[in-house]
């Protein structure tokens, strides 16, 4: 038991928390007149990065005794898994890892490390993958893995939240507009339980959902305030969707400002932040903070 307290004390002596808060400098027709700061989650673990280390903090910071199995669902290029996968796995909790797809043949990288933290993958059918949230399945899942601990897919879910909060809390910076990408709706969700009545949340959507990623928010968040909307315009598709323009976007931003994004989020969310400070969309001397919630390791098959 000791031993998983000390284990658990060297992961966190190596996390980056509170992660830095750094001003954005770019080029952008524009931006000239407003002020960017970005928050750098993408910092806190080569790893365990950005808002997957945050949705997780909060179960691993509480535990009093690691559960004799954690489990959880993702696709083949899953940040969580990768994130949750390498926690467990330090911490010396076997850990399954119910995954979209057979990619048994040819595993990406991200599935590749999960064999080697020795994680139990279980390729599953799209269409069972499809049930992983029905208490028939979880009670099956219960069944044959006695007292797993069960995460949802994406790690998002109600306790998720506080540890996503912490981002904002930790180290307070003047901001009227906070941005983040926009999946399952979780980091979202808990970077607006963090406002202030003056302060507004900007989502922006990576996937095609309108009115369903406001839904995802307001199921985690049931009272959560008005000051917060997601823009749906720049998805470029679809999940993981690129475009020639998207990409090229994600090279020129690395090389201007030294940051690294990635395709599937970051770069959608800068992209979007371009084009929107083009079309005017906020007034002289606004106050802009992005979060880059990191991610950087799904884009190494790009
Ligand atoms: C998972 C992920 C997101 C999406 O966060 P949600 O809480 O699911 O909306 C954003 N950025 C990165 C890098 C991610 O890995």
Redesign the pocket.
């Known amino acids: 038991m000791t031993n998983f307290h000390q284990m658990r004390e060297r992961l966190l002596d190596e996390l980056n928390v509170p992660s830095p808060v750094v001003p954005l400098v770019v080029d952008w027709h524009g931006a000239e007149n407003l002020s960017l700061s970005i928050k750098r989650d993408d910092c806190i673990h080569p790893i365990i990065s950005?808002?997957?280390w945050r949705?997780l903090a909060d179960i691993f910071l509480q535990m009093t005794a690691p559960p004799p199995r954690v489990l959880s669902f993702g696709g083949g290029f899953s940040?969580?898994l990768h994130a949750l996968g390498y926690v467990c796995h330090r911490l010396g909790i076997p850990f399954t890892a119910i995954v979209r797809g057979d990619y048994s043949r040819t595993p990406p990288p991200m599935l590749r490390d999960l064999s080697q933290w020795h994680t139990d993958i279980q390729y599953v059918t799209k269409h069972e993958f499809r049930q992983r949230n029905t208490p028939a399945y979880t009670a099956a899942l219960q069944a044959r893995y006695p007292g797993a601990m069960l995460i949802p897919e994406?790690g998002?879910q109600r306790a998720a939240l506080a540890g996503v909060s912490q981002l904002i809390r930790e180290q307070p910076v003047p901001f009227d507009t906070v941005l983040c990408?926009?999946?399952?709706?979780?980091?979202?969700a808990g970077i607006i339980s963090a406002l202030t009545p003056d302060q507004h949340a900007l989502g922006v959507g990576v996937l095609q959902g309108e009115g369903y990623l406001e839904s995802l928010v307001t199921k985690l968040l049931p009272d959560a305030p008005q000051n917060w909307h997601i823009e749906h315009r720049y998805t470029h598709g679809g999940y993981a969707k690129t475009s020639p323009e998207l990409l090229g976007f994600c090279d020129d931003f690395e090389r201007q400002t030294g940051i690294p994004v990635e395709p599937v989020?970051?770069g959608k969310l800068l992209f979007a932040l371009k084009q929107m400070i083009a079309h005017g969309q906020f007034m002289a001397g606004h106050r802009l903070l992005i979060v880059h919630?990191?991610?950087l390791q799904?884009a190494r098959w790009y």
């Not at 990408?181 to 979202?188: Q, R």
């Open positions: 950005g808002n997957k949705k940040n969580h994406g998002s990408p926009v999946a399952s709706g979780a980091t979202l989020y970051s919630t990191g991610g799904g």
